[in-house]
């Protein structure tokens, strides 16, 4: 059973005088067979955790455990764990069949035929039996991950750790090793925790994804839970592309006062903020829409700064009718509907779709209606 659990894990390395805290205090519980992308900014901690799960890294407090078992004092070769790295880290001097079959000599006690079946085998799923006799700087990069990724099939373990295994790769190959992967983890159902920053692998490939900042778990949850309900303000930022709009408000009575707009709310909203009165309003770009010669209560006269034409849809920069020049947030409109710079527009930004942060602490008292 590859269940690995991380329960209170904390990183702290030495800094000068003072100290690093590169991991606070994470939990993270998942199931045999689930795929978990890591993701966060740079320097949130996630090689990190993944390193301390492998065994490569020591743990400063906290337990992990791989099926049930305490793994903290275990050396990482007696992890039932294969890592992968964005470097590859193959063995130049040796052919890929030799790089397969490395891991497999030592720790085990497989018959040579068996090592040959097994890694015939991987060598077969990654598409790359016919390059068993050639050396890694006689590949090209695709190649070499699919020779690192084959060299972890063939250890058949209990779980699988990729570090941004696909960032050193082009975009169509990026995409391509993308769907390869989903394709072997579904047939493989090996645990799978996989650290990015893409934001497209974080969204597609991931059963769950668990976001970090600044070391602290943020959330874990499906692709789909992040985006329509993040847990907080940073989660909502961070997952979405483009980005969430914020908008610093103040709550008087039933409505948001914003530096540019008032927005009245209605009960079931007004029930969620409770006693709240400092609050961020966000709405993604693809929630705004575009309102005609209708008014509204959450329809607002804008000025367009910049259109991005992107062929299926337009990224609109917008201000407020009456704020400074520059000070924009971004709406995605329709690559038919007809919008220019200079434009003035209304928009509509509908309540339903709104999300409400408390403007201390980040954390969201409202968010988004979904229909189910
Ligand atoms: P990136 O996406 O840039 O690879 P990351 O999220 O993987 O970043 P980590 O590499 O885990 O982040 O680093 C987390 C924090 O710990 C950073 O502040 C980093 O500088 C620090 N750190 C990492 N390794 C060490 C080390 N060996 N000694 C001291 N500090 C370290």
């Known amino acids: 059973m590859g269940t690995l659990e991380l329960d209170g894990v904390t990183k702290v390395f030495p800094d000068g005088d003072g100290e690093i805290v590169a991991v606070d205090d994470v939990d993270i519980e998942m199931r045999d067979g689930e795929f978990l992308v890591v993701v966060g900014p740079s320097g949130c901690g996630k090689s990190t955790t993944l390193r301390m799960v492998a065994g490569l890294e020591t743990i400063s407090s906290g337990e992990i455990r791989l099926a049930g078992q305490r793994v903290n004092e275990v050396k990482p070769q007696h992890r039932d764990i ?13 052919t890929v069949e030799e790089n397969m079959a490395f891991g497999l000599e030592e720790p085990t006690d497989l018959s040579d ?29 695709g190649q070499r991950q699919r020779v690192a990724l084959g060299r972890a099939i063939v250890r058949d373990p209990e779980v699988f750790l990729m570090d941004e295994p696909l960032s050193n790769l082009d975009a169509k190959l990026r ?11 579904d047939e493989l159902d090996v645990t799978t925790m996989y650290v990015t920053h893409d934001q497209t692998e974080a969204m597609t490939m991931g059963d769950r994804i668990a976001i970090l900042n600044a070391g602290e778990l943020q959330q874990v949850a499906t692709p789909l839970e992040c985006y329509h309900e993040p847990a907080n303000r940073f989660v909502a930022g961070f997952i979405g592309d483009p980005s969430m709009n914020f908008f610093p408000v103040e709550r008087d009575g039933e409505t ?37 010669d209708s008014a509204g209560d959450h329809t607002f006269s804008t000025v367009v700064e910049v259109v991005e034409p992107m062929g299926d849809e337009n990224t609109v920069y917008l201000r407020f009718a009456d704020a400074p020049e520059g000070e924009t947030f971004i709406a995605t409109v ?15 930004i509908p309540e339903e779709t709104i999300h ?5 602490s980040g954390e969201a008292v409202h968010n988004r209606e979904i229909d189910e």
């Open 175 to 185: 995409s391509e090793l993308r769907t390869e992967l989903q394709r072997l983890q």
């Open 356 to 360: 409400l942060f408390d403007g201390t």
């Open 334 to 348: 329709g690559g038919l509907q007809q919008v220019s710079a200079g434009d003035e527009i209304t928009v509509e």
């Open 256 to 292: 948001l006062v914003g530096d540019m707009f008032d927005y009245p709310l209605s009960g079931s909203t007004l029930d969620d903020v409770g006693d709240v009165t400092d609050l961020t309003l966000g709405v993604r770009p693809e929630d705004i829409s575009l309102a005609g």
């Open 82 to 94: 294969a890592m992968v790295f964005q470097s590859y880290a193959l063995y130049p001097h040796m």
């Open 113 to 141: 035929g068996e090592i040959e079946t097994r890694v015939a085998d991987a060598a077969e799923t990654m598409g790359i039996a016919e390059l068993l006799d050639r050396k890694p700087a006689d590949l090209s990069g």
